[in-house]
C-alpha cells in the first residue's frame, strides 16, 4: 500500500513545471545524509487514486504532478501512473525514485523521471557533479538528460 506524508506545490523540482509534489513513505533506499529521514517510515495516509484526484482538485493552477519515492510499493504506483492520463488529460507526471536506472518497465505516462540516490559527496540536482539525473521522455524509447535546466548559468536552459 502507498502511504504519503504531505504534499507541497513547488517551482523547483520540475524545470518550467508547477508541481504538486507528494512525499511518499516508506522509502527503501535510507541515503546517508538525507533530508527526509521521516520518509523512511511506513506512516501517513493512504495513497490512491480517490485521494490522488482530490489532491490534485486542491490545487488549482499546477502543471505537473510529481511522486516523491513509492519505490517500497511499485505495482501500486504504476497503476497510478497508467490511471493518470485518463484522469489528468492537462497534467504531466513526474517521479523521483532513488533507482540507478530508468526501468524498462515504466508505464509511458510518466513525462520526467529523477533517478539516482542522493550522494552527498557528488552533491544534489543543482550541483554540476551530482550522480543524480532528470530525464523528460521525448517519445517512447527516447529520454532526454534535463539535469542541466538545475544549474546556474547554464547557457542549455
Known sequence: MLKYLDTMVTFSEVPDEVSL???ITNCPYHCPECHSKELWQDIGDRLDI???CDLVDANKGISCVCFMGGDSDLD???HLFRFFPLLFKDLKLAWYTGREDIPIDL????DYIKIGPYKPEFGPLNNPNTNQRLY???NDI???DITHKFWKNDSNS
Open 50 to 52: 480517490g485521494v490522488l
Open 136 to 138: 523528460y521522455r521525448k
Open 21 to 23: 509534489c507528494i512525499n
Open 142 to 144: 527516447v529520454w532526454l
Open 107 to 110: 508505464p509511458n505516462s510518466v
Open 76 to 78: 501500486e504506483l504504476y
